[in-house]
């Protein structure tokens, strides 16, 4: 047989276990959980830092919006599409080798974005490296979570999966007061900078006490074919997401790429339906639980994205705040999500990943709703008990949803589960950002022509409308220097209003979203290796 069954690919696994001498640290399972929780750290901080600095790296080197832009998306872009390839070398080549790698990679690119500013000022060059940072960290955390699978003996899996969502939240939680911090006290540079000691104790952490995964049989030989095709769906569906409000979602450009994005993908069904040894074994599709948790991360990382890209600017173009406070009133969220996370995994691990997973969407859904009921001129501290809620209902769909995914795929592919897992992870804040984005254009082109009109305020040309209807869809006034007072009230409260107004229809549409994902949550079950008996 090619594929080993659940039973084989264990055996050796808690064999090796066994033998390991008392006190010994490589192949340790916590000591695993700490050396690729430190790894991982370095991308959820960096995912948030990043947002805290775009303003100051926009202003030291001059750059145009769109170029400020490509800071994030030139790194989410090649995050995602390369995720289930590398998942795929991890299997072929070794775990350990990959993330090893990719936190070598991961603080000498962070080193280079930084220098590229220090030195060369140069957007181009921070933009490049944005995108190579973006390959190396698709090399950690699918590894870190093949590694967990190959470690952890499956009854103490959901709590370690737990363990490391709580380090994921915390250091996303961490980025923007740690990258406020930064910026104002330091440079920009520094937010990068900050990788080099992280990665250097990651490193020699890693390098000590990670035991190699055993090469896989299934990924003895490689898909090209279905690298490229993969690889094309993603890069043009991303693509189009990302432009697509500028291109305008109904614009011949902008539907040349989604359905460029469907012909590869069609593509790449078809090559993996019929490859001897696919990237992608459509086989694991079988499991209605993995496929359920697909769709889930998605959902979850949709209606999280969507949560936060809103209130940042509610928080900080509304009503004010810096970046630091900005922070601060996320945290009860992220809070919730570095408790919650450990908490699901131990109760997921007693009861199964069902029940936890639909109460926490259905705990989402009334957060977000709860959300949706913000006025303009609300405090910052009515978002707390939302966000409590919202961070504690999405923790069991972290943990649960990501244990469906991994534990219901073979052993031997652990590395294209986790690749998919976290490619949904991805793909989800980016429809997230985009579909609620659009969203809120929507609602900002429907009201404040009628508005601004309605306060008989100077006409606009088009031009001029463009650009009103560009800042007021991040919640910005635009108020040139040297308006009069009364008139700038007048157009901040217009502004605010309608940017409330557009992001009350995100949020109940990020609501429906979770309510969905709670009736999703009926098909997933705790992990059994059905998919590998089924294919043996």
Not at 173 to 188: D, E, K, S, T
Not at 279 to 303: C, D, E, H
Not at 329 to 341: C, D
Not at 428 to 443: E, H, I, N, P, Y
Request: glycine residues 12%.
């Amino acid at each position: 047989m090619e594929m080993q069954t659940a039973a084989t690919a264990a055996a050796p696994r808690a064999g090796a276990h066994a033998a390991r001498p008392p006190g010994r640290a490589r192949g340790n399972p916590t000591m695993t959980l700490l050396a690729v929780a430190l790894g991982v750290m370095m991308v959820g901080i960096d995912g948030t830092i990043v947002a805290v600095a775009n303003p100051a790296i926009q202003a030291h080197l001059h750059a145009s919006l769109a170029g400020i832009q490509w800071v994030t998306n030139a790194y989410l872009l090649a995050l995602a599409v390369t995720l289930i390839t590398i998942g795929k070398l991890g299997d072929r080549f070794g775990h350990r080798k990959v993330f090893l790698t990719g936190v070598a990679g991961f603080a000498l690119s962070s080193a280079a974005i930084g220098l590229s500013g220090t030195i060369a000022s140069s957007i181009g060059l921070v933009i490049a490296f944005r995108a190579v940072q973006g390959v190396f960290g698709a090399m950690l955390q699918p590894s870190a979570l093949a590694l967990l699978r190959n470690t952890f003996p499956p009854q103490r899996l959901n709590l370690a999966i737990g363990i490391w969502g709580a380090v994921i939240g915390a250091s996303t939680a961490a980025g923007p007061i740690v990258g406020g911090l930064l910026v104002q006290h330091i440079n920009w540079e520094s937010c990068f900078y900050v990788n080099i000691p992280v990665g250097l104790a990651a490193l020699i952490m890693s390098a000590l006490v990670l035991r190699e995964t055993p090469a896989s049989p299934a990924a003895s030989s490689f898909d090209i074919p279905g690298v490229a095709a993969l690889s094309a769906a993603l890069f043009l569906l991303i693509w189009g997401l990302i432009k697509g409000s500028s291109y305008g979602w109904g614009s011949a450009r902008e539907l040349a790429f989604l359905g460029a994005a469907m012909a590869a993908g069609a593509l790449f069904v078809l090559r993996e339906s019929r490859a001897a040894k696919p990237l992608l074994p459509l086989r694991l599709f079988r499991s209605v639980s993995l496929s359920a948790g697909t769709v889930l991360v998605i959902l979850l990382m949709f209606a999280l994205f969507g949560a936060m890209f809103f209130m940042t600017f509610f928080l900080e173009n509304v009503h004010g705040l810096d970046p630091v406070g900005a922070g601060v009133h996320l945290l009860p969220m992220t809070a919730m999500l570095i408790v919650g996370a450990p908490l699901s995994g131990a109760i997921i691990s007693r009861t199964g990943p069902r029940l936890p997973i639909m109460t926490g969407m259905a705990l989402a859904a009334v957060a977000l709703f709860g959300l949706s009921r913000l006025t303009a001129t609300a405090s910052p501290d009515d978002t707390i008990v939302w966000f409590i809620m919202l961070g504690l209902g999405l923790s069991p769909v972290m943990v649960g949803a990501t244990d469906v995914i991994v534990g219901n795929a073979p052993v031997e592919l652990a590395g294209v589960a986790s690749g998919l897992q976290s490619t949904a992870m991805q793909l989800g804040g980016t429809l997230g950002t985009a579909v609620l984005g659009a969203v809120m254009s929507a609602k900002v082109s429907t009201l404040l022509p009628a508005a601004w009109q309605a306060a008989r305020l100077p006409a606009l040309t088009g031009a001029q409308l463009a650009g009103v209807k560009s800042a007021v869809s991040v919640g910005a006034a635009p108020v040139t220097r040297g308006t009069p007072a009364a008139v700038a009230k007048v157009v901040t409260g217009i502004s605010h209003t309608t940017f409330v107004s557009g992001m009350h229809a995100a949020f109940l549409v990020a609501a429906g979203v979770a309510l969905a994902g709670a009736l999703i949550a009926l098909l997933v079950k705790r992990g059994t290796g059905a998919v590998e008996h089924a294919a043996v």
